[in-house]
């Protein structure tokens, strides 16, 4: 006789129940800054909570060591890359910061968010009218090709 090992009857309804559980989560009531196995990075370090303790660029490339602003960016990318929430925005002074704790933090997320995709959505329409123009001119036959 041979033992197998019990298998947990889950199934599609602890599936379920997980998905339920998920859909309820309050995402205002989580702290942001809650520990993670990820350790923070550089920039992310230096970085307050909430948009009022916003850093500008420059102030921040000078703080982390950064003689560029490309170089921070760069750097900025990697770690937001990686999992930091490294949130930006244009209002006021502008700069870069953490998003703040329960519904604040969760308002910062959404703007920063819709900030992102219409940026993302701009740079998709920029892309898409150079891609035709390269199309029509891969279409033209040159002078060159005719003559010949």
Partial sequence: MTKEK???????AGQADKKEFLARTN???I???TPTEREQGPVEGLLGK???????LKTLAK???FRTARDLRLQIAKERKAGA???????????????ADGPE?????QEFVQSMASRGTCCFAAATAA??????????IAFDEVEG
């Fill in 85 to 99: 929430l490294i949130l930006s925005s244009c209002r006021g002074h502008g700069g870069y910061y953490r998003p």
């Fill in 131 to 140: 891609k035709k123009a390269l199309q029509k001119l891969d279409g033209q």
């Fill in 27 to 29: 995402l205002s009531q």
């Fill in 50 to 56: 909430g948009r009022e303790n916003a850093l500008s």
């Fill in 6 to 12: 019990a298998r947990p009857a889950v199934g599609a």
């Fill in 105 to 109: 933090g969760r308002l910062e997320l």
């Fill in 31 to 33: 702290n942001f800054t």
């Fill in 63 to 65: 703080m982390a060591g």
